[in-house]
C-alpha cells in the first residue's frame, strides 16, 4: 500500500553542492545546492535563484567552482545554505574556511573541500533559473585519491535529505555498475 | 596538492534514478538515469537522450514514474541501465519486476521500487536532451515509512559512484540540516 506526499522535490540521493564564486573585489562567497546533476559529459546544471549573490558573481562575470560537501565540513557546508552572501560578506570566513585561486578558471577553490569541479557559465535562464556551467576541469587532493582514482570512502561526500531534511553520509558498495545488472541478460 | 582528473562528469552522490513508461500498446519499460536532479519545487530535471525507448514512449504520450533504485533491487536497476529497451522488449519482465499503474499519471509504478514521483512532461528539449517534469506526486510504501515521513534507512536507496563505476548505499546521519549550521552564525 503506497501512502501520497504531494507534489514534492522528493529525491534520494540528492548532492549537497557548494558553488564557490568571487565578487567584484575579488572577496570568495559560497552557497549550497541540492538541485544539481551531471548535463553531458562535460556540463553541469543546477538550479540557482538569481536573488543569490552567487549567482550575481557569475553574471557579473565570475567562473565558479562546485565542491563536495563531506562528512567533516557539513556543519559549515550547511551554514553557507541557511546564510546569504547578500547578508554576511565573510561566510567564507566564519566557516573557517581557506581559499586557493583555480588555475583554469576565474573562482576560489576551498581548501577544506578536497574535490571540486571547475567550471565556467554556459548559459543562464532567467525563467527556470537553470544555470549551465562548463566542467573544465575536476580536481582533487592527494588524500582522497587511492590507486590514482578518487576515492568516496576517503572523500566521505555527504548527500542531502529533502524529507527529514538531514545530512547522511555515503555507505558499502552493495554492487558494480555495468557489471552486475549482466546477470540479468 | 590536487590532482586533475579532466573535463568528466563527476559529483558525489549522483542517483540511481529509474524512469518508467509506456509504449503506445501498454508494455511498461524503465531505464537508469544518473543525471537528473529537482528542477523546482514541484519540478524534476533529467538529461534523458532521444534515442532511449523511454523518450520514444513520452514523447509518444506516456507520463513517467520515477523510483528510487534500492540495494536490494541494484542489479535489476543496473540491468535496465544496460539494455535497451529498442532491442528488448521485456526488461521489466526480465528484472522480475511487477508493474501497477499509476493513479493519477498514464505510468507504471514499478512494485518492487517502494518511493517514486509520478510525473507528467512539461517540456523535453531535443538540442540538450533536458526533460522537464511536473512532480504530480511522490509516493512511498508503507514499508519504508517511519512516523509518518519517508525513512532512508527503510527505503535504502543506492547511489552512483561516477569515477569506479560502483553503486553504493546511503550511510549515517552526520548533521541536521538548517541547523547545525546555526553554531557558525
Redesign the interface.
Known amino acids: 500500500?503506497?501512502?501520497?506526499?504531494?507534489?514534492?522535490?522528493?529525491?534520494?540521493?540528492?548532492?549537497v553542492?557548494i558553488i564557490a564564486t568571487y565578487d567584484e573585489n575579488g572577496v570568495p562567497n559560497a552557497m549550497n545546492a541540492?538541485?544539481?546533476?551531471?548535463?553531458?559529459?562535460?556540463?553541469?546544471?543546477?538550479?540557482v535563484s538569481a536573488g543569490h549573490k552567487t549567482m550575481k558573481n557569475i553574471l557579473a562575470g565570475s567562473d565558479f567552482t562546485?565542491s563536495?560537501a563531506t562528512?567533516a565540513t557539513?556543519?559549515?557546508?550547511?551554514?553557507?545554505?541557511?546564510?546569504s552572501g547578500n547578508k554576511v560578506e565573510n561566510k567564507i570566513e566564519?566557516?573557517a574556511w581557506h581559499c586557493t585561486k583555480s588555475e583554469k578558471v576565474n573562482a576560489p577553490?576551498i581548501d577544506e573541500l578536497p574535490?571540486a569541479?571547475e567550471c565556467r557559465m554556459v548559459s543562464y535562464d532567467t525563467e527556470?533559473e537553470?544555470l549551465?556551467g562548463?566542467?573544465?576541469?575536476?580536481?582533487?587532493?592527494?588524500s582522497v585519491?587511492t590507486d590514482g582514482?578518487?576515492?568516496?570512502r576517503k572523500?566521505d561526500?555527504?548527500?542531502?535529505?529533502?524529507?527529514?531534511?538531514?545530512?547522511?553520509?555515503?555507505?558499502?558498495?552493495?554492487?558494480?555498475?555495468?557489471?552486475?545488472?549482466?546477470?540479468?541478460?
Open positions: 500500500m503506497r501512502k501520497s506526499f504531494g507534489a514534492k522535490p522528493f529525491m534520494y540521493p540528492m548532492p553542492l541540492a538541485w544539481g546533476s551531471a548535463a553531458d559529459i562535460n556540463r553541469i546544471a543546477i538550479y562546485v563536495m562528512a557539513a556543519a559549515a557546508a550547511d551554514y553557507v545554505g541557511i546564510v566564519k566557516c577553490l574535490m569541479l527556470s537553470l549551465i562548463e566542467i573544465v576541469d575536476v580536481v582533487a587532493d592527494e585519491i582514482s578518487i576515492d568516496p572523500l561526500p555527504i548527500c542531502y535529505d529533502p524529507v527529514n531534511h538531514d545530512y547522511l553520509r555515503l555507505g558499502e558498495k552493495v554492487a558494480n555498475a555495468f557489471e552486475d545488472g549482466k546477470k540479468l541478460i
